[in-house]
């Protein structure tokens, strides 16, 4: 394929360094010499690498947001588009000059339930059961997300992929049976979230010294990736 051939291309770039990879990334763009609101009738596929370190180096803080929207239902939430990106950058500034890595985003109807948090799925270990918002028009599908939820039934963890409420989250923290949460995504693999803020209010995780979960998926996939360990679901394609 295209894609075989450029990382054949593209090896010399491919860094060696631990917490380093080669980011790929598929893009279409429209091409049509028209200015105009219609979809168009020609596209240019390309894709773009690039050498890149931790997307995170240290554990994060959020915000929920509860005013802002990300992807309503019915709309493209559930696809890389720009569009998606468009409505998040305002409100991702906002909270960055207020002191927070990224946000939480909620349902666009009610703001009452959790779904991504910048461009990442969001994970939660309560009661030591792996909770996530389930995939779908407005919750993209990742691949990070979907291989962490493979290697938690691996190891006969509890999954739930279900709707999660803001509620829940905040009561769990405070009542001690929210042990970790982290984002899951292609550029960060595991982005562990230590402070999540809501409505002014700061809820601080356990310390993350003494989180297992989340430290234990990101080390099983960086060692599937590298070759340190089997690859038991045939993730690995080699070129």
Do not use: C
Request: glycine residues 8%.
């Amino acid at each position: 394929s295209g894609l075989t051939e450029l990382l054949r291309l593209d090896s010399s770039w491919v860094p060696s360094a631990p917490g380093t990879s080669l980011y790929i990334r598929p893009l279409q763009l429209a091409m049509d010499p028209y200015i105009g609101i219609r979809p168009s009738n020609s596209y240019q596929f390309l894709i773009i690498t690039g050498p890149v370190g931790a997307y995170y180096a240290e554990p994060v803080k959020v915000k929920i947001e509860t005013n802002y929207t990300r992807a309503a239902q019915g709309g493209t939430g559930f696809a890389k588009t720009g569009g998606n990106y468009a409505a998040a950058l305002k409100p991702a500034v906002d909270a960055q000059k207020e002191g927070f890595n990224q946000l939480i985003w909620t349902d666009a109807k009610t703001h009452e339930f959790v779904e991504e948090s910048g461009t990442m799925n969001l994970m939660f270990v309560i009661n030591d059961t792996l909770v996530t918002a389930p995939a779908g028009d407005t919750i993209l599908n990742g691949i990070t997300r979907d291989s962490i939820i493979q290697l938690a039934k691996d190891q006969g963890m509890k999954v739930e992929e279900r709707p999660v409420r803001v509620r829940e989250v905040i009561d769990s923290i405070e009542n001690g049976s929210m042990q970790e949460a982290f984002g899951a995504g292609t550029a960060a693999t595991v982005a562990q979230i230590k402070l999540i803020h809501h409505e002014g209010v700061d809820y601080h995780l356990p310390p993350i010294e003494g989180w297992k979960y989340s430290a234990d998926f990101l080390d099983t996939l960086t060692k599937i990736k590298t070759g340190e360990i089997a690859d038991p679901h045939n993730w690995i394609y080699k070129i």
